[in-house]
């Protein structure tokens, strides 16, 4: 533990206020000890292990030999509120370039990446619009915006994704049809998109072919990287927006097979 942290309050050592510390901690440091728990909360090893294992089947953080992550893996997605914290300076610069793809008057479909959050953050800039989501983020932020009439899409609520998927989900987009879909996923290579769970490849695969037009939105840190499965080919996108992290030699890759722009970080 960093010794400019505060020693944790008495609070602390009651469970949901020492299982909070211990998800804000993880989230901050991206990992972190059963040791370095011990310390932060104040309690027995044996406790520490036992909140663990209870945030890990929550879906808040991914337990490993010795310790807790919050960092995804090729089989396990990080959690929805680390997602959050991450990558933001390139999600912002992927989400002004989107914008201008966004059509007033239109349609859209965004999924429950927080790349997609950063364009949904933008969208009052364009309206009127109508959104479709599944995404309860974006379902916050999109209430409050009079220009947009707003379809929620619902389900089974996913602690790790804070999004909305399963049947119910898919059985609602498939009634829609949309002007564009913007979806975002864990990871590519210069040919194919990938994500590390099944139930969300076939809520994506819903969401695109619901679409008139789909917009890829990935940052630099996805690629070249492989998950589980595979969601669909790159050339099975209109659009893809990367920022300017992403290696030159994958973006000319990439240009063989869908049309990229180049999002710049700080943009005249």
């Given at each position: 533990m960093n010794s400019s942290d505060p020693a944790p309050p008495r609070a602390a050592r009651t469970r949901a206020a020492r299982q909070q510390r211990i998800v804000e901690h993880v989230l901050a440091q991206h990992s972190a000890s059963a040791a370095e728990l011990v310390e932060l909360t104040g309690v027995s090893l044996m406790t520490v292990h036992r909140d663990v294992d209870e945030l890990a089947r929550r879906g808040l953080v991914r337990k490993f030999r010795g310790g807790v992550s919050a960092q995804p893996t090729s089989v396990f997605e990080s959690h929805s509120e680390y997602r959050r914290t991450v990558r933001l300076a390139e999600k912002n610069a992927i989400a002004a370039a989107a914008l201008a793809m966004v059509e007033p008057g239109s349609s859209i479909m965004v999924d429950d990446?927080?790349?997609?959050?950063?364009?949904?953050?933008?969208?009052?800039?364009?309206?009127?619009?109508?959104?479709?989501?599944?995404?309860?983020?974006?379902?916050?932020?999109?209430?409050?915006?009079?220009?947009?009439?707003?379809?929620?899409?619902?389900?089974?609520?996913?602690?790790?994704?804070?999004?909305?998927?399963?049947?119910?989900?898919?059985?609602?987009?498939?009634?829609?049809?949309?002007?564009?879909?913007?979806?975002?996923?864990?990871?590519?290579?210069?040919?194919?998109?990938?994500?590390?769970?099944?139930?969300?490849?076939?809520?994506?695969?819903?969401?695109?072919?619901s679409a008139?037009?789909?917009?890829?939105?990935?940052?630099?840190?996805?690629?070249?990287?492989?998950?589980?499965?595979?969601?669909?080919?790159?050339?099975?996108?209109?659009?893809?927006?990367?920022?300017?992290?992403?290696?030159?030699?994958?973006?000319?890759?990439?240009?063989?097979?869908?049309?990229?722009?180049?999002?710049?970080q700080h943009p005249e």
């Open positions: 990446s927080t790349t997609a959050l950063a364009l949904v953050r933008r969208l009052e800039e364009v309206g009127p619009l109508t959104v479709v989501t599944n995404y309860l983020p974006a379902l916050e932020m999109l209430k409050e915006m009079s220009e947009v009439r707003l379809i929620a899409l619902g389900g089974e609520h996913s602690r790790t994704h804070d999004s909305f998927n399963g049947i119910a989900c898919m059985e609602s987009i498939a009634a829609m049809s949309v002007d564009a879909a913007f979806v975002s996923t864990s990871s590519m290579t210069g040919s194919m998109t990938y994500h590390q769970e099944q139930e969300v490849v076939l809520v994506k695969r819903a969401m695109l072919e008139a037009r789909t917009v890829l939105l990935m940052d630099g840190s996805k690629a070249p990287r492989r998950a589980l499965h595979q969601l669909l080919p790159l050339d099975r996108f209109d659009d893809l927006v990367v920022d300017e992290q992403m290696a030159e030699p994958l973006v000319v890759e990439m240009r063989e097979h869908v049309r990229v722009t180049v999002a710049p």
